[in-house]
């Protein structure tokens, strides 16, 4: 496209000011600014026209003027981050119970982990498809019985839950004082 | 001018940032590059200032007469040189130069900086910023090796817990000894030791002491009713049991 | 005064990309968005041509490219946009000493001024976020290393700490006029 425009002085500082301004410049900031002979309304249109065709534009928004990416170019400017979210200590800790117990009541779970297991952290797995019910036990009550899910196995880049480090191997002494968690790199066993 | 100049400095001393400050102030008066500059006339002149200052008002910064100092040593030194050391005030004349070059090349600088379009006053950045990132937060970070310590710590936790709960009774208990005194006791003809009436199989340690002494009770009680005598002959001795030979007596 | 400019996509898209950014653009970052046959240094060569009369320009700062008001249009701008406290004498002479010298420590930049560094000139300078902690000399106390951040660069308008007059040059006229700018930065793509 050619883009043929004749920028004035007062275009020029339409331009500047608009671009530097932190909010929509408004026409009465805009007449403050500008020589008192100038046309608001002719200068911005003639800018608004020059930035027509552009990767910016100037848009009229919240009673004022502001720049802004062209529509059909915000796609390929749009960075999708990534940050994902980490499960609480609480979440980890009876998911990982789930995964070596299962199938297990959520007594068994609280019993295991020797604190009470609230319904927001058994939600919280839930949403995140990591468990689900599998029956229930046959016990007075009928407790509703938990395992884990293939999203589980997915996530933890697992085929088989055998795939689990086995118990014995991690838990040398279960009931033994040692209260201190062991340094993470002595656990990390897969590499990334 | 030199004098003019000197005049000047001493009713401002205090509008120098310290006696660095005073001397480049002084050797920019001279209007010679520095490189060039005469370090001599440089020091008379400090030294003049700071005697004109004395005489205005005793008290000076120790910075100053510590400056002053070191400057009148330089200056007897570069005056009379001292036989075999003729270096030593030529060398201290270089520093204080290539300090005084310094400090002047970098006040240049700061003026180069400044004289430059700074940011936020002379050019101005976009006002309103857009804020195209987008933050994906529904996917899970999950590593297994928090998965696994998450476990040792639920495990750990739940096994510290487990030390306060009441041990099972696996020990011989009073009830036991009662009814294996009471059964052996009439196959026993006269005294035996207290060790005989234990049960087969304990293991050493706490089991078997607990099993001496629930048999003891187990006497004790039994010697109460009449049952058994039981007798030691010193202390720390064996305990020794046997049926009671009058039992139908009230004298046990 | 008439412009007349081509404006391709590709230019479109940088165009877009440098106004949305709130950092300076890295060559890198263009070529990424670039369609791959793009020449990224002929596409930011025309349109820093196309935006050298304008109210904005396209400046060269820190390694990238960032739009910025025309340095002829401050005074008018300066009485709609909220306007930060310029740095004291004594602030920026610090700043130059950590320019020239870094990684510097306190002593050494007040052996250099011959006077001390007040905590409010240090407190300054990191509140403006110009310098900031590099590491610690290894001498007896280990005292904090200081060093210039990218923001320095920007504040200054600066590619590079090469683009500072060197010290030869600082000296020549002590009395003589100021130094003449540098030359106008150019960034050119560098090979990975």
């Known amino acids: ?192 | 001018m030199v004098l003019e100049t000197t005049e000047a400095l001493v009713l401002k001393l205090e509008g120098f940032e310290g006696p660095l400050d005073l001397l480049l102030e002084l050797a920019r008066a001279q209007k010679v590059d520095l490189a060039k500059i005469s370090i001599l006339q440089l020091v008379e002149q400090f030294l003049a200032v700071i005697e004109g200052a004395r005489n205005v008002r005793l008290e000076l910064a120790a910075d100053w007469l510590v400056m002053a100092a070191w400057l009148t040593w330089l200056k007897s030194r570069l005056l009379v040189p001292q036989f075999g050391e003729p270096e030593d005030a030529e060398i201290a004349a270089d520093i204080l130069q290539a300090r005084l070059m310094d400090l002047q090349a970098m006040r240049e600088a700061a003026k180069w900086m400044g004289a430059r379009p700074q940011l936020g006053w002379d050019v101005f950045e976009r006002g309103i910023p857009e804020e195209l990132t987008e933050l994906d937060r529904s996917r899970l970070k999950l590593e297994m090796a928090g998965l696994l310590s998450a476990y040792l710590a639920a495990r750990r936790r739940a096994g510290g817990k487990q030390q306060y709960r009441p041990k099972p009774m696996v020990y011989f208990s009073v009830q036991d000894a009662l009814q294996r005194v009471a059964r052996l006791l009439g196959s026993l003809p006269d005294w035996a030791s207290l060790e005989q009436f234990l049960p087969e199989g304990l293991e050493d340690g706490t089991p078997r002491r607990a099993a001496i002494s629930s048999t003891l009770i187990a006497g004790l009680e039994m010697a109460k009713h009449g049952r058994l005598d039981l007798r030691q002959d010193e202390k720390f001795g064996p305990i020794l049991m046997r049926q009671t030979k009058e039992s139908d007596g009230f004298d046990g």
């Open chain 1, 1 to 192: 496209m050619d883009l043929t425009v004749e920028f004035t002085p007062a275009m020029r500082l339409a331009e500047a000011a608009i671009f530097a301004a932190t909010q929509p410049v408004t026409p009465r900031m805009l007449a403050n600014l500008l020589p008192e002979d100038a046309d608001v309304d002719a200068v911005m249109a003639a800018l608004r026209q020059a930035y027509e065709q552009r990767g910016v534009n100037i848009a009229v928004i919240g009673g004022g003027w502001q720049f802004r990416t062209a529509p059909d170019l915000a796609p390929f400017l749009r960075k999708v981050v990534e940050l994902p979210r980490r499960l609480p200590r609480v979440a980890m800790e009876s998911l990982a119970i789930i995964a070596y117990h299962q199938p297990v009541t959520r007594t068994e779970i609280e019993e295991i982990r020797g604190a009470a297991l609230s319904q927001n952290t058994l939600d919280l797995l839930l949403e995140n498809g990591l468990v689900t019910p599998k029956g229930r036990k046959e016990t007075p009550g009928r407790p509703t019985l938990w395992g884990t899910t293939p999203a589980f196995l997915a996530q933890f880049g697992l085929n088989d839950l055998r795939e689990l480090p086995k118990r014995e191997e991690l838990l040398i002494d279960p009931a033994g004082p040692a209260l201190t968690p062991p340094r993470e790199a002595e656990l990390r066993m897969e590499p990334e």
